[in-house]
């Protein structure tokens, strides 16, 4: 995956190879049980995973991020969370089949956000309504990590109130591909371009088992609940990113110095000083990451571990990004120069704190809770 990396950021498109590799390793199906054929991984082994992969591709390894999210948020609700929220019977065995075909293989793609919108769903104009016996879907959505290579669309929708200025209701539906959902190659942008993000058209129907839950807005109350899936997910991928800026500034660094510490940038304090400050702040953030995977696998839902849920998304985006920028000003203007990677990763680690939930998000639900509020009811504005 690393050396297909520098031609995905060039083409703007998630190698096939990778996502072939993912899957012969079995990561797609690596949080299903393994009753249904998976590995059976908690949140813990999936932050293990992501860090390894995107040393090697922060992109594909996001990409991979987006479909262990749905499967991890599945497979993991416990049964009794979901019946008491109103998951009727039949929803436990679509949700069986969708992870054993995960396990078997099948790759789902996240299509939530949409541009004027991003990730907040309250915002949303892809719109659903009954049809017969399923559902009408229609509109576009943005950012969908590797639409191109994608078997089942997770797309989030609104239903189409008859009262506009009721309360949106919204939910989620699996959508396969197929006629009624087309992708349109047009990821242009700053990093993380090997996720392949493209724009989604639907005009879709769907049979009433797509709904995930098997209720209106359900989904949506299990983010709130538990929002490691939507939050903290991408802690780990960054953390990995963080760590491949390390490694290549090295790399560098050591290339530049001659025949030992004493000539070129290694022999420089000030560059000595970026690098040890950058290695005590992955160590933290690896521990932050730690100690939230064991308390989302321990205790998941719990006020105190979605603090570290939402610490560990603002921290990993931070840490990314500052780490990045500092090591390239320490390595020099040649490192910014195209086809070196720390011009590609510097790049890529610029989006942790750009997604969601954003590091603005983040330290302001942190901020609510600090200071004795409710960080989903107190805060100005819908936080989805």
Known sequence: MAGRAAEADRDGELPAADLDELRGAGLLGLLVPK?????????????????????????????????TSVVGAMARTPDDLARAMGAPESFFAARDRTLADAAAGTFIAVAMSERGAGSRLSELRTSYQPDGEGYRITGT??????????????????????????????SHFLVPRGPGVSVEPNWDTLGMRGTGSHDVHLDVWVPADALVGGVAGLSLLVAQVMPQWLVASYAAVYAGVGRAVFDAGITHARGRAGTGLARGLAGLP??????????????????????????????????????????AKLLAGRTAQDVAASIVEACGTSVTRRGHPLERLYRDAR????????????????????????PEADADVARW
């Open 351 to 374: 989006c942790g704190s750009l997604q969601p939930a954003t590091s603005d998000v983040c330290a302001d639900w942190l901020g609510i809770a600090a200071l004795g509020g409710d």
């Open 35 to 67: 009753r249904l054929g998976g590995s059976g991984g908690g949140f813990a082994d999936w932050a293990d995973a992501a860090r390894v992969l995107a040393a090697g591709s922060g992109a594909t390894a996001l990409v991979l991020n987006m479909h």
């Open 141 to 170: 959505k943005s950012f969908c990590s590797g639409a191109s290579h994608a078997d089942v669309f997770f797309v989030a929708a609104r239903a189409a109130e008859s009262d506009p200025s009721a309360p949106a209701t919204v």
């Open 270 to 311: 000030a560059v000595r000083a970026r690098f040890g400050q950058a290695d005590a702040a992955l160590a933290a953030l690896d521990a932050v990451v730690d100690e939230c995977a064991r308390r989302v696998d321990a205790d998941p839902g719990s006020p105190s571990t979605n603090q570290w849920v939402w610490r």
